[in-house]
């Protein structure tokens, strides 16, 4: 999503291993106002990405259901293909 503005008062989650202490770089996520979800990286907070909520709760299941699994196995060439 573009031209919305991002409100400063978020609280950020971080999604890191809970045996993790270190810095990351870690994604982050924080739920806002009117519905919209943002996500960014440790490294780099001030690029954040924002969707809605309805996307994000299905691509949510989506990673449940295992509809991501072959972006895990990825090689030189790009993700493996789906099986």
Same mark, same amino acid.
């Given at each position: ?7 400063t008062?978020?609280?950020w989650?971080?999604?890191? @291993?809970? +045996?993790?202490?270190g @810095?990351?770089?870690?994604? !982050?996520?924080?739920?806002? @106002?009117?519905?919209?979800?943002h996500?960014?990286e440790?490294?780099? @907070? ?10 994000? !709760? ?8 295992? !509809?991501?699994?072959?972006?895990? !196995? ?8 789906? +099986?």
């Open positions: 999503m573009t031209d919305r503005a991002t409100p008062e978020l609280a989650v971080r999604a890191a @291993p809970v +045996s993790e202490e @810095p990351g770089p870690w994604i !982050e996520l924080a739920f806002g @106002p009117g519905e919209l979800v996500l960014r440790t490294g780099d @907070p001030t690029n954040i990405v924002t969707t809605t909520r309805t996307k994000w !709760e299905a691509f949510a299941k989506g990673v449940v259901a295992g !509809e991501f699994d072959h972006f895990a !196995e990825l090689d030189d060439q790009g993700p493996a293909a789906p +099986s």
